[in-house]
C-alpha cells in the first residue's frame, strides 16, 4: 500500500538554526499538509497546501515557517530559526486526488521528532 | 473556531467489556475522522464519517455521525488487549475555501487490561 515517508525520522537542532524536514506524500494525491503534536499532547494542524500554493494556515505556521514543493514529488517544511519550543513530533499528509480529495482520509507519514536543544 | 472535545481522556477497561468515547464539536462540519496512535508511532485512519447518521464498523469497532448534535461516539465491543492505543477525533473545518484542514480532539488513551 502507498505510504507517506518523512525524513529525517529524528532531527536534533540547536536553537537558533534551521530546519527542513522533509516528506514524499502519496503519488496521486493533490492534498498536503503539516501537523504537529508536542509529546503527549493532541495533533495541532499547520499548513495546508494545493495546487502548488499555501491553502490554509494555523496560527502557529508564523512567518519563521515555510512550506514548498519543490519537484514533483517532495513536499518540505522549513523552520527558520528555531526556538526551544518547536520541539515536537512533525507529522505530514496527504489525500487523494479529485474533488473530494480533501473528504478523504489523510494518510500520515511515520513523522519527524524534532528536537531543539 | 472549531473546538473538539473527546471523553474520556483515559480509560481503562477490561478484557470483553464495552464501552464507547465521545467527540463533540463546536460549529457545522460534516467530515468527521477516527484515528488510532500506538506511543511513538503515527496515525492510522480508522473511520471517515461523511454524512449525518453516517455508522461504520471494523471488527470490535463501530463509529457512528450525529452532525444535528455534532457528536461523533467510538464504541467498543468485547475489547481486547490490543486495541490499547490511543484514539483521536478529527473534524474537518467547514468553510469557504477549506481544503481539508482537521482539528483534533486531545485523544483518549486506552488502555485494556486482561
Known amino acids: 500500500e502507498p505510504e507517506v515517508t518523512q525524513t529525517p525520522s529524528h532531527q536534533v537542532t540547536q536553537m537558533g538554526q534551521e530546519v527542513i524536514l522533509r516528506c514524499v506524500p502519496i503519488?496521486?494525491?493533490?492534498?498536503f499538509y503539516w501537523y504537529r503534536q508536542i509529546l503527549g499532547q493532541k495533533v495541532e494542524f499547520l499548513v495546508s497546501?494545493?495546487?502548488?500554493?499555501?491553502?490554509?494556515k494555523s496560527e502557529i505556521f508564523d512567518d519563521q515557517f515555510s512550506v514548498e514543493r519543490p519537484d514533483g514529488s517532495n513536499f518540505t517544511l522549513k523552520i527558520r530559526s528555531t526556538k526551544l519550543e518547536d520541539s515536537a513530533m512533525y507529522f505530514c499528509a496527504s489525500s487523494g486526488s479529485g474533488f473530494w480529495g480533501p473528504n478523504q482520509p489523510q494518510h500520515f507519514g511515520d513523522g519527524t521528532r524534532l528536537s531543539i536543544l | 473556531e472549531l473546538k473538539v472535545e473527546q471523553n474520556p481522556l483515559f480509560l481503562s477497561m477490561q478484557e470483553g467489556k464495552n464501552y464507547t468515547i465521545y467527540c463533540n464539536y463546536s460549529?457545522?462540519?460534516?467530515?468527521l475522522y477516527w484515528y488510532r496512535q500506538d506511543p511513538g508511532k503515527s496515525l492510522e485512519s480508522l473511520f471517515v464519517l461523511l454524512s449525518n447518521g453516517a455508522v461504520k464498523q471494523e471488527g470490535r469497532l463501530m463509529a457512528s455521525l450525529d452532525t444535528k448534535a455534532r457528536l461523533s461516539t467510538l464504541h467498543i465491543t468485547a475489547a481486547v488487549h490490543d486495541l490499547s492505543a490511543t484514539y483521536f477525533c478529527?473534524?474537518?473545518?467547514?468553510?469557504?475555501?477549506?481544503?481539508?484542514?482537521?482539528?483534533f480532539g486531545k485523544g483518549t488513551k486506552l488502555s485494556v487490561k486482561p
Open positions: 503519488s496521486n494525491h493533490l492534498y
Open positions: 460549529t457545522t462540519s460534516d467530515r
Open positions: 497546501f494545493y495546487n502548488n500554493e499555501i491553502s490554509e
Open positions: 478529527a473534524v474537518g473545518e467547514n468553510y469557504g475555501g477549506s481544503q481539508g484542514n482537521l482539528i
